[in-house]
């Protein structure tokens, strides 16, 4: 597997999870390069873009999340990170990561109920 997400689950509003994704088959040097990113898909919508982080940590994060979502990557690790505070119904979703813009993760269900 290229990417391995992990992290989701179920949790009340108001809660928090932290999504992790590793590329173990990745170069490290190869990684330390690639613009690494989270999105999200929910039931019957498009995916859509969560947050990105690039080799040099320039973030961008999607509105609806600013202030809640935090991204990070561990380069050392091959890793990114998201970590969701103050989650809301509606960031109920299948989160995928993406690396380089290129490949997908499996996605991991975080599911928040009201």
């Known amino acids: 597997v290229q990417l391995q997400a992990s992290g989701g689950g179920l949790v009340q509003a108001g809660g928090s999870l932290r999504l992790s994704c590793a590329a173990p088959?990745?170069?490290?040097?190869?990684?330390?390069?690639?613009?690494m990113g989270w999105y999200r898909q929910a039931p019957g919508k498009q995916r859509e873009f969560v947050a990105s982080?690039?080799?040099?940590?320039?973030?961008n994060y999607a509105d609806s999340v600013i202030g809640r979502f935090t991204i990070s990557r561990s380069n050392a690790n091959k890793k990114v990170y998201l970590q969701m505070n103050s989650l809301k119904p509606e960031d109920t979703a299948t989160y995928y990561c993406?690396?380089?813009?290129?490949?997908w993760g499996q996605g991991t269900q975080v599911t928040v109920s009201s």
């Open positions: 993406n690396q380089g813009g290129q490949i």
């Open positions: 088959r990745t170069i490290t040097s190869v990684f330390n390069s690639q613009i």
């Open positions: 982080i690039t080799y040099d940590n320039r973030i």
